[in-house]
């Protein structure tokens, strides 16, 4: 599949859900469903990762999968409230680059 934007993404999860007339939950439905969404990715870090093993009749899932409805409820989120994602993105690193600058230990690049 080829790269998408996330723009582009953004316009896809709205063409799929403009199809329907039920159209975007509300902001606190999706808050709730996106806090579900991170339990399970949880879970899923948890039995990957950590010391809980699933049980012989638990689904299996993937932490690529819980990922990929985040990323969904995310943007149905961004699109419902009108906010572009790429801009929210380039805010975000803008204030991570400036007020976070010195904080973490910059691996040297130099080959001297």
Known sequence: MAERSLQQLQQEVDQYISQYKEGYFSP???????????????????????????????ADNSIELELGDILFITICFANSLGIDLTEAHDKIMHKFRTRDADRWTKINTDNG
């Open 28 to 58: 606190l439905s999706m808050l709730a469903r996106m806090s579900e969404e991170v339990g399970e990715l949880a879970r899923e870090v948890n039995h990957q990762f950590g010391e809980k093993p699933k049980k012989a009749t638990e």
